[in-house]
């Protein structure tokens, strides 16, 4: 049995959007002030959990990566490309463009819960699926690097109001920022 695992860069004031400054907001591209260190291969240290679940992604995540990953080379790039990826959309991909995608057929929220019977489910950015993860409480763990900046405005992780009780399993300082697995506890 698996687990349904968030891996999310975030602020110190919580913001998880656009770290990366491709959506051009004005508080974008903060995860690269530090340089490419901590956010470069699996600083999310999830191992063989990531060579042997399947990654789940919403559209627009999924798009931009797969414009990204195919480009590189190395270990991790290969890894990234070689693992299976499914992708939550009502508007449909070209699979072809990342190697190992596919869509998911219905509710993702359903297909993750039945999945992570068999395997980890990791979930990558794509906050509008991971809220709607959140909310049918189906999210097992949450793994996070906190940069030590704040940016004032953006998309937070949790969506207000939401309520749920985490233990913290692992905080460790690396590079720039802050490494956390916070496990639900059921």
């Not at 600083?43 to 559209?59: D, I, N, S, T």
């Not at 414009?67 to 990234?80: H, I, N």
């Not at 508007?91 to 992570?116: C, K, L, M, Q, Y």
């Not at 019977?117 to 906050?127: P, Q, Y």
Request: aromatic content about 10%; cysteine-free.
């Amino acid at each position: 049995m698996g687990d349904i695992i968030v891996i999310q860069f975030a602020t110190l004031d919580g913001v998880v959007s656009d770290p990366d400054g491709r959506w051009g907001t004005d508080h974008g591209g903060w995860a690269f002030r530090y340089g490419p260190g901590p956010v470069s291969d699996d600083k999310f240290r999830l191992g063989a959990r990531m060579e042997q679940g399947v990654q789940l992604y919403g559209r627009r995540t999924w798009e931009h990566f797969a414009q990204l990953w195919p480009k590189r080379d190395g270990g991790y790039a290969s890894l990234m490309n070689a693992v299976p990826k499914r992708v939550a959309t009502t508007t449909g991909i070209d699979a072809a463009a990342w190697s190992n995608s596919a869509p998911i057929d219905g509710d993702p929220v359903a297909w993750a819960a039945d999945e992570r019977t068999r395997r980890d489910v990791v979930v990558i950015g794509s906050l509008s699926l991971v809220r709607t993860l959140a909310a049918a409480d189906v999210v097992d763990e949450y793994r996070l690097i906190t940069f030590p900046t704040m940016v004032g405005a953006g998309e937070r992780l949790f969506a207000p109001g939401a309520r749920a009780d985490f233990r913290f399993k692992e905080v460790e300082a690396v590079e720039a920022g802050a490494f956390t697995v916070l496990r639900r506890e059921r």
